[in-house]
């Protein structure tokens, strides 16, 4: 199955601050991914926590010098078709903490000027690990899908690159 192809707003997403994971817990997700047929071709699995319009990196990485965060808690998986219907987004849901909503109050403040208009209610975490094309969603092998999702343990902020779909292509160290 390949990845197919949708309509994003990619000048809305060039860049962001993202939560990022250590190499076991990619490589996990990774694998989540393929074996569930998803085809995303390469990602960097991470959740946004604010999508940006400039590659402003020395800015981004000042804002991504964030408190430190436990744990994610990963509580469902969620589709959600894009737009223009050409296919269908399928995320892992994040438990939202008050640590998030305040990370992202701050961020919204911090980079007003290069946010596409965000705010603080339409935040929704999540890690997508892949899309298939609309109608093909019979294809994606949901008993791959553990009972109980994993906790993603140290989660660290990092500013990144985003490429095609808004996927981060780069963390920026």
Not at 79 to 107: H, I
Not at 139 to 156: E, F, G, N
Request: charged residues 25%; aromatic residues 6%.
């Amino acid at each position: 199955m390949r990845a197919a192809d949708t309509a994003y707003p990619v000048e809305k997403h060039v860049a962001s601050v993202s939560l990022v994971f250590d190499d076991e817990q990619n490589a996990y997700l990774r694998e989540l991914s393929e074996t569930m047929n998803l085809d995303f071709g390469e990602f960097i699995p991470h959740v946004t926590l604010i999508n940006v319009t400039e590659r402003d990196m020395p800015r981004l990485k000042a804002a991504a010098a964030l408190p430190s965060l436990d744990k994610l808690v990963l509580d469902g998986v969620n589709f959600l078709p894009d737009e223009a219907g050409n296919c269908v987004w399928v995320e892992l849901r994040v438990q939202k903490t008050s640590w998030m909503v305040e990370v992202r109050r701050k961020l919204l403040e911090m980079l007003d000027d290069i946010h596409p208009g965000l705010d603080i209610d339409g935040f929704r975490p999540h890690i997508t690990i892949g899309c298939v094309e609309a109608g093909t969603l019979g294809d994606v092998d949901m008993s791959a899908i553990p009972r109980q999702l994993p906790v993603i343990i140290k989660p660290r902020a990092a500013a990144c690159y985003n490429g095609m779909y808004g996927k981060v292509v780069e963390v920026v160290e």
